[in-house]
């Protein structure tokens, strides 16, 4: 059973004057969409408000978001200094990003990088990678190496170059890796709670006022598959 994410059992990875850094769930959404269900940043905010016993509104800045299927490292700001330094920071792409991801194929080499031109489509939310720049393209690019073989299924991880929308999925469907449980993607099946096998592990940066290095593990999720790695 799905659990969901409420200010009583926020995974919280790091915490201080001007971040906060969560493990996100599978299902927790980055905004509010048409399925009414709250959104991440909401709870994130009544956590803050309880925890410090604030009045007035809280300030809760999203640096960057993850997919509503995907697990791992989520950047709040707390203050709008650090927002804007750390929007610099990611568009700049001076962040390191690692995921994981389980897919059921082997890759055609034990690493590599992939570039590919990302285009979104905004009718169905998808997007699509293609080998030469097409228009409305935006260049993407992935390394990725195999770190484990499992009885049915090979687990990748992937430094990330680029942020573009839907990256990832895009770039494993193009070579024949779609991520487990990612239907839209390719995949065959759903996984039982409707995620995908896909979680943001690690994130370094440089933090934006202490300018101390951060370096951030994102716990993998508990089920049987990441379980076995």
């Known amino acids: 059973m799905k659990l ?3 200010k009583d059992n926020l995974q919280i990875l ?24 709250k959104p991440l940043p909401d709870i994130v905010k009544e956590y803050l408000k309880e925890k410090y016993n604030k009045l007035g509104e809280v300030f809760l800045g999203v640096v960057h ?26 568009s700049s792409r001076e962040t390191q990003k690692t995921y994981w991801a389980v897919v059921k194929n082997k890759p055609p080499k034990e690493e590599d990088t992939l570039i590919h031109f990302i285009k979104r489509n905004q009718q169905n939310n998808t997007s699509k990678a293609h080998l030469k720049e097409v ?9 990725y190496k195999i770190i484990a073989e499992l009885d049915n299924y090979f687990v990748l991880e992937i430094e990330l170059h680029t942020g573009r929308h839907h990256q990832i999925r895009a770039q ?18 759903s996984n039982p709670d409707g995620g995908i096998h896909l979680h943001a592990i690690k994130l370094c940066f440089i933090h934006p006022v202490s300018k101390e290095k951060i370096e951030l593990i994102a716990p993998i999720p508990n089920d049987i598959i990441w379980n076995s790695i």
Do not use: W
């Open 65 to 90: 978001r993850l997919d509503r299927p995907t697990t791992g490292i989520v950047v709040f700001a707390k203050t709008s200094k650090a927002l804007t330094r750390m929007n610099e920071l990611f």
């Open 135 to 143: 228009p409305e393209s935006k260049k993407a690019s992935l390394s």
């Open 14 to 37: 790091h915490e201080d004057n001007h971040l906060i850094v969560v493990n996100k769930r599978v299902g927790d959404i980055a905004q509010g969409d048409t399925s009414g269900d």
């Open 4 to 6: 969901l994410t409420t």
């Open 172 to 189: 494993l469907q193009t070579i024949g890796c779609p991520i487990k449980g990612d239907l839209k993607y390719g995949f065959d099946r």
